[in-house]
């Protein structure tokens, strides 16, 4: 049996036939250089390190030119061909591959992120009713209140009543329509697009749209199917 401590492996990667790994391309035969990069693996560790190449390699979005790598990392090379990371980490003799696709303590960092996003969200659609609620209730009562002084003042007869019912009624339909409070939305649209930008798979990007909860329920991403929880193993 191989020891994991003391194994070593030289994966090297470009548009050369003579590579372990070849990406040769008809359509873009010059994005990847002859020689562009090469992974080092010795015992447990990895890394990668970028060979001079035209357009570079990358690791998790950043071009680098010699980085350690780790099961969860992206590493595209010229930032178009994505490494597999579970057969290159599988290289390593005992080495477990689902540590690749464990996304479950990520995944988890996302409960707060929705809950805090219904919480902001509940704090705009609340202060804005209590505003629209006041702005409400101060233009119809003015107006009503001026109503009842000036007919105790001229000693109007009862049968204005229904105008003032009538006045009542058209004072809070205009209200409805006035009184909308453009904040809410522009406060609401911004949230909204806040949230979307980081509520989306730890692996893969792929965007989440429903409550947390229903999304662990599905244990895995339908896009890159990471693992975001672990099945709970039974007790005897």
């Known amino acids: 049996m191989i020891n994991q401590d003391s194994f070593n492996k030289v994966i090297r990667i470009g548009r050369s036939p003579e590579n372990d790994c070849c990406l040769l391309k008809e359509d873009d035969k ?6 562009h990069s090469v992974i080092y693996i010795n015992g447990k560790d990895v890394s990668i390190e970028d060979l001079n190449s035209a357009n570079g390699t990358y690791v998790n979005g950043f071009r680098i030119e010699k980085k350690v790598l780790h099961p969860k990392d992206t590493v595209r090379i010229a ?5 597999n990371m579970k057969n290159i980490f599988g290289c390593i003799p005992g080495f477990n591959t689902d540590e690749c696709d464990d996304y479950s303590l990520e995944f988890e960092t996302l409960r707060n ?15 804005s ?13 003015i107006p009503i209140l001026g109503f009842i002084v000036i007919a105790r003042i001229f000693k109007w007869n009862e049968w204005y009543f229904p105008f003032y019912i009538g006045l009542n009624t058209l004072l809070t339909s205009v209200a409805f329509f006035l009184i909308r409070d453009k904040k809410k939305s522009e406060q609401l649209k911004k949230l909204e697009i806040d949230f979307r930008k980081i509520y989306r798979c730890p692996r893969c990007g792929y965007q989440l749209r429903e409550n947390w909860d229903l999304h662990h329920d599905q244990h895995n991403c339908p896009s890159c199917k990471a693992i975001w929880m672990k099945p709970v193993e039974p007790e005897f």
């Open 129 to 141: 009713q209590n505003k629209q609620q006041w702005g409400k209730t101060c233009l119809v009562s």
């Open 30 to 35: 010059q994005l990847v250089s002859r020689q």
């Open 113 to 127: 992120v929705w809950d805090r996003y219904e919480t902001q969200k509940a704090k705009i659609i609340k202060k």
């Open 79 to 83: 930032n178009k061909y994505a490494l």
